[in-house]
């Protein structure tokens, strides 16, 4: 366990290090991009009533998480693949759930300022009154891991090419054609059904409510669905990492 913890720390310092220019740069797009939702989708919808408000307010930050965990994070991943440091990190002599754990940490922390930020523009911007749950900590590290593992057995297991094509394209699925920023009820019935096994839906419904804390209490389903989307992510990525070539 000591020598689990101590490559994990140092793994943690050696990204940190090998990104240094990188994530200050994603960490100003996802804060942009959490804020912009906010302001920006305000000027597309005028008299924005309270439902639209709420969905706009919670939905900003889950695409925050999507966009660092299923886009930024895999296609720098690929690129790692390109310049052959995704090879030299599988030669080290540390346990391979380090190096993830490593990974996964440095992308949660760069996830967390805009998360916030995007939270308090809302606030600000429709007077929000929030009825924050205690498992709101739950909800956003789950999303956040799930979205972060997804992108990583994306990334891992599909070539560098393939990656950067699925993950852009993931960007337009969850802006527009999510029900992370609207209700599902405005989408077609067959993009109805297909979000009833996709991720997103059931992100948005677990930081919404655990926000909001609904009279009806929160629905335990999005938990286990992302718990099981979490657990696809995780099992793909490690036998990935510890395949032999």
Known sequence: MRHWFRSYLLLVRWTALRLRFVLPLVLIVQIFLAVGIVVGFAYLVPGIDPATALCLSTGAPTLGLITIGMVMAPQLIAQSKTEGTFTYNRTLPVPRTAVLAADLTTWLVTGAPGLLLGLLTAVLRFDLRLRVSPLVVAAMLLVALTATTAGFALAYAAPPATTSLVTQALV???????????????????????????????????????????????????????????????VITLRVMTRRE
């Open 172 to 234: 337009f699925v969850a802006l527009m054609f999510s029900p992370i920023n609207f209700p599902a009820d405005r989408l077609p019935g067959w993009l109805q059904a297909a979000h009833q096994v996709l991720p997103f839906q059931y992100m948005a419904q677990a930081v919404r409510e655990s926000l909001t804390s609904p009279p009806d209490g929160i629905s335990a389903l999005p938990y286990a669905v992302l718990g099981g989307w979490c657990l696809t992510g995780l």
